[in-house]
């Protein structure tokens, strides 16, 4: 008997630990730090901090060629 007790008490710790991971991970503000660490991630470089040009330009590119085309678009339809 006291090595099904052994176990029952051994699971219930795993499920506590899960429970507890669990909660943690969705946890809104855990979340949006989450979020806003891999954001940062894909602008910086973790290791050295530098910034990540390449992913910045593109962003730039799409900002400015979505400007344009909603620029031209607007001198077509007005």
Request: aromatic fraction near 2%; charge should be positive.
């Amino acid at each position: 008997m006291n090595a099904l007790e052994a176990e029952i008490e051994a699971t219930r710790e795993r499920l506590v630990t899960t429970i507890d991971q669990l909660v943690y991970r969705a946890n809104p503000k855990t979340i949006a730090n989450r979020q806003t660490a891999s954001i940062k991630a894909h602008f910086v470089d973790v290791e050295t901090g530098a910034p990540r040009t390449d992913n910045i330009l593109k962003v730039v590119g799409g900002v400015v060629g979505t400007i344009v085309v909603l620029r031209v678009l607007r001198k077509i339809v007005g």
